[in-house]
T-cell receptor, first 113, second 113 residues
Framework: GAGVSQSPSNKVTEKGKDVELRCDPISGHTALYWYRQSLGQGLEFLIY????????KSGLPSDRFSAERTGGSVSTLTIQRTQQEDSAVYLC???????????FGPGTRLTVL | GDSVTQMEGPVTLSEEAFLTINCTYTATGYPSLFWYVQYPGEGLQLLLK?????DKGSNKGFEATYRKETTSFHLEKGSVQVSDSAVYFC????????????FGQGTTLQVKP
């Protein structure tokens, strides 16, 4: 596609439910990043993929958060047993080689009630 | 660890005024530096970047110079327009960070006609 796409654009869920957020990076981009944007914390790094492997998971806030990438393309971020503090906009970004996430998707706004 | 500090906002200017948004950083090694912009209701967009000392990034009338001696990357524009109203984020990345972006807290710019 022409840009990074994310789905859904909005997700409202109840506390304790699991959610899956999807990211389709720009075709051919080997590096993929997930970030979280919230009012209190600003923009926070979550996880970095190079191809299908994740050499840097240091930003995942707890073991309720996980992510995978398949075929060097699509990535899914999964949040289990969601909590209200998980409410945020989750951003995906890709770049041709790493060294800076230069192309961001529109984000998924997650609201946990 | 690496970090980025931006001047506090919001910044309110009249149209055609001169803009400076200060950004300083702390990093090991030689980071690349970025300015991203987020227009109301839109996603993050790369505005400009610089990858080595004394480089000047420029785009859409905005400029920033990578100053290693003062560890700064201040954003400037000679004459702002109402359409420049947005949130501006300074960020860095380095090989020691696996290419992930570390963002400042963002500075809101409002330009009044």
């Amino acid at each position: 596609g022409a840009g990074v796409s994310q789905s859904p654009s909005n997700k409202v869920t109840e506390k304790g439910k699991d959610v899956e957020l999807r990211c389709d990076p720009i075709s051919g981009h080997t590096a993929l990043y997930w970030y979280r944007q919230s009012l209190g914390q600003g923009l926070e790094f979550l996880i970095y993929f190079q191809g299908n492997s994740a050499p840097d998971k240091s930003g995942l806030p707890s073991d309720r958060f996980s992510a995978e990438r398949t075929g060097g393309s699509v990535s899914t971020l999964t949040i289990q047993r969601t909590q209200q503090e998980d409410s945020a906009v989750y951003l995906c970004a890709s770049s041709p080689e790493g060294g800076g996430a230069e192309f961001f998707g529109p984000g998924t706004r997650l609201t946990v009630l | 660890g690496d970090s980025v500090t931006q001047m506090e906002g919001p910044v309110t200017l009249s149209e055609e005024a001169f803009l400076t948004i200060n950004c300083t950083y702390t990093a090991t090694g030689y980071p690349s530096l970025f300015w991203y912009v987020q227009y109301p209701g839109e996603g993050l967009q790369l505005l400009l970047k610089a990858t080595k000392a004394d480089d000047k990034g420029s785009n859409k009338g905005f400029e920033a110079t990578y100053r290693k001696e003062t560890t700064s990357f201040h954003l400037e524009k000679g004459s702002v327009q109402v359409s420049d109203s947005a949130v501006y984020f300074c960020a860095l990345t380095s090989l020691s960070n696996t290419g992930k972006l570390i963002f400042g807290q963002g500075t809101t710019l409002q330009v009044k006609p």
